[in-house]
């Protein structure tokens, strides 16, 4: 089983608010992911990470940006929140030598 | 991005009946994952893949990797209330790509019918 943590599970802010999605995992994986998805649809990958200091964006543009400063720790930061922000975050890990990702719980983000 | 082709998009079932999905793709795939997402939960895996022809069970789930390597399915025997839910694939591309190639399908919609 992963151990995988995401924070808050739900989120409802205003618009122009500044906000940190937190991600931890405890299995010393290398590779940690963000996802978007909108209720009932498709993943989409918005960013991606090898290891410390390395940072990617993924296939779908982004307003947010993430860091890795720690292996086990990768927060994701919208600087100012807008409606079209609203929608579900996940966070991913998988090992170096691995292909399997394991997902967090998500966090629901709605800006209103 | 490639494209994983996932069928049927939504299922309407009745509990007890079995359920058969699948993945196809124009593009080869050396690793195939079959993952189960819960209302308001992270997708959970449920199968991978590794070899082309590779039939895998865990549990009432069967999955397979076809032999082209460019598709695979997932049955479901004897549906349970509990398999409710949004069922991914993943494929990882012959060819690499960024973020380890993982391509994800769009989901297949189980909705078991009382």
């Known amino acids: 089983e992963a151990d995988i943590y995401q924070t808050p599970r739900y989120l409802v802010i205003g618009t122009g608010k500044k906000i940190t999605l937190e991600c931890s995992q405890t299995?010393?994986?290398?590779?940690m992911y963000w996802y978007q998805q909108d209720p009932g649809m498709e993943l989409h990958l918005i960013h991606y990470?090898?290891?410390?200091?390395?940072?990617e964006k993924g296939d779908l543009s982004s307003e947010s940006t993430v860091s890795r400063i720690r292996t086990e720790h990768f927060p994701l930061t919208l600087e100012s929140a807008r409606p079209s922000h609203t929608s579900q975050y996940l966070c991913a890990s998988s090992a170096g030598t691995g292909f399997v990702q394991y997902f967090g719980p998500g966090t629901r983000l709605t800006v209103t | 991005g490639q494209q994983l082709n996932q069928s049927p998009q939504s299922m309407f079932i009745q509990e007890g009946e079995d359920v058969s999905m699948n993945c196809t793709s124009s593009?080869?795939?050396?690793?195939w994952l079959w993952y189960k997402q819960d209302p308001g939960e992270g997708p959970v895996l449920l199968i991978a893949?590794?070899?082309?022809?590779e039939l895998t069970s865990n549990g009432r789930l069967t999955a397979q990797f076809g032999i082209t390597r460019k598709d695979s399915f997932l049955n479901i025997s004897a549906s349970i209330p509990s398999d409710v839910g949004i069922y991914f694939c993943?494929?990882?591309?012959?060819?690499?790509?960024?973020?380890?190639?993982?391509?994800f399908g769009k989901g297949t919609h189980l909705i078991i019918q009382p």
């Open positions: 990470s090898y290891g410390v200091n390395s940072t």
């Open positions: 893949l590794y070899k082309a022809g």
């Open positions: 593009s080869i795939f050396n690793t």
């Open positions: 299995m010393g994986h290398d590779k």
């Open positions: 993943a494929g990882l591309l012959l060819s690499g790509g960024g973020a380890d190639g993982l391509t």
